[in-house]
């Protein structure tokens, strides 16, 4: 039995949720393994909707095992909230819902200095989510966070959250800092908040272990995208964790050997929220038109995100970052109404024409997009369940799409519903 990664292909927003929510179907254990409720994991169940931040995916079916891994980040006030929106009943998360003892609390601390230090980048800030994701981060690197695990004895709890809170007074306002490192008030409160998670603390590598001895099927879901990634992505404007595939191994306590397969999620299109480089971003009407048709706001924030078209440049580098077996095509359905879809083949750089992402970033900031236009088909492909159906204009699409990246695309998502997905070779076997 498989153990397979899913990791977004672009910046984030590819819709995995409701591919890993496909895939839950098949599995035992669904993995979040990074970020923090920065991420926005939706899915489609009939006339309901549900948005996940902090859960992983896999929550919406009954017989599945959902880990949070210890290379999450955890607002703990979010979870409580999530777990309350989903309206699972309270024993069957209990038993379904296990969280590493080493994921790192957000604290309030987190989200006033997200806050602040955008405000004080002015027109350089990143457009975090301001949800305290890279400050929490942050603290882990610099040893000063604290973890969930802390939380079991009060004491050793206490003493630690004071250090943290000792260390950030002299980076906030005086009076939000009053508020927000009054270190015995913070301690009452997460205390309080950790509680009714201390029987899901556990060691997710050890039971991920346990798992695999067992042959159970195991998915690990990646937040945001690749070219987000801390180290990989268009620094400074990522995320503070490692999106790409090689971030399981880490954030879930698994080795390298654990891992079976990896499918990247590639939206038909591309969109990005918040600032930093984007070469294939379109500024005009078509761009309009995708965020549109494509519903294209944050599920976390809300905010309207670019869009533009595919880029073959940038989903080399995603393959080769992520060493993507398979690849999943998402939202094709956007791009029905369209008479011809642009794909950008190569970069314009200072009068070269550059086909790999440049190393200097300001090459990355100034690379202008090289376009192929494929015809469109004009007709609708929401509902389509096999690839033959599919018009034959959208069967060049993918195929284009497979040729020039040399990797497969085993599924096609078309419509919003889990049941609209087009599967070519299912990720999973029977069971
Ligand atoms: P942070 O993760 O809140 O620190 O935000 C850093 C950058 O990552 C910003 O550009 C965000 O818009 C982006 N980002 C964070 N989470 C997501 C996501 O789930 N989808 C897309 N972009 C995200």
Redesign the pocket.
Known sequence: MPSIVIV?AQ???EGKGKIVDALAARADVVVRFQ??D???HTVYSGDKKYVFHILPSGILRSGVLCVIGGGVVLNLKNLGEELQTIRIPETDWRRRLRISGEVHLILPCHIAM?QASETLRGKGK??????G??PAYADRAARTGVRLADTLDESWFRTQLRSCLDAKRGCLPEAQARDVCDADRVADEILALAKPYAGLIADAGQLLADARRKRKNILFEG???TM?DVGAGTYP????SHTVAGGVCVGAGVGPHDIDRIIGVVKAYTT?????PFPSELHDATGEMLRKIGGEY????G?PRRCGWLDLVQLRRAVRLNSLDEIVVTKLDVLDALDRIGICTAYRVGGRRVTEWPVNPVDVQQAEPEWEYLPGWQCATDGVTTFAKLPKAARRYIRTIEKRLEVPVTMISAGKDRAQLIIRKPAFGKK
């Open positions: 977004g910046w984030g927003d970020g923090g920065n991420a926005g997200d990143i457009g975090t989510t301001l949800r994701i890279g937040a945001q995208g987000l404007y990522v995320t503070s990005r929220v918040g600032e930093g944050g599920a976390t924030t905010r």
